[in-house]
């Protein structure tokens, strides 16, 4: 049972609830060392290579704000 953040009605039980994103903002993920373990099929067999890859980083989006619904409202914030 919840209170949906839209319409504001009381949601019974055995209602799933659904989530909406409100507002994203654009992120830039800095580049970080030895952070994805390389699975052991793709591991050199020499043992000079790391284990570990790096991540690159990147650029990406990041939800700021989301709202809790019922699946009616769901429906038709969905474009
Ligand atoms: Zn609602």
Redesign the pocket.
């Known amino acids: 049972m919840f209170k ?6 009381s ?1 019974t039980s055995n209602t799933p609830a659904k989530r909406i994103v409100l507002e994203t903002r654009e992120h830039v993920f800095p580049p970080r060392k030895k952070v994805h373990l390389i699975p052991e099929h793709k591991r050199s067999k020499k043992k000079t290579a790391p284990d570990y890859a790096d991540d690159p980083g990147g650029k990406g989006t990041q939800i700021v704000r989301e709202a809790l ?6 429906a038709k914030t969905r474009i």
């Not at 949906?4 to 009605?9: A, E, K, L, T, V």
């Not at 619904?69 to 769901?74: K, M, S």
């Open positions: 949906c953040h839209i319409c504001g009605n949601i619904v019922c699946p009616e409202c769901a």
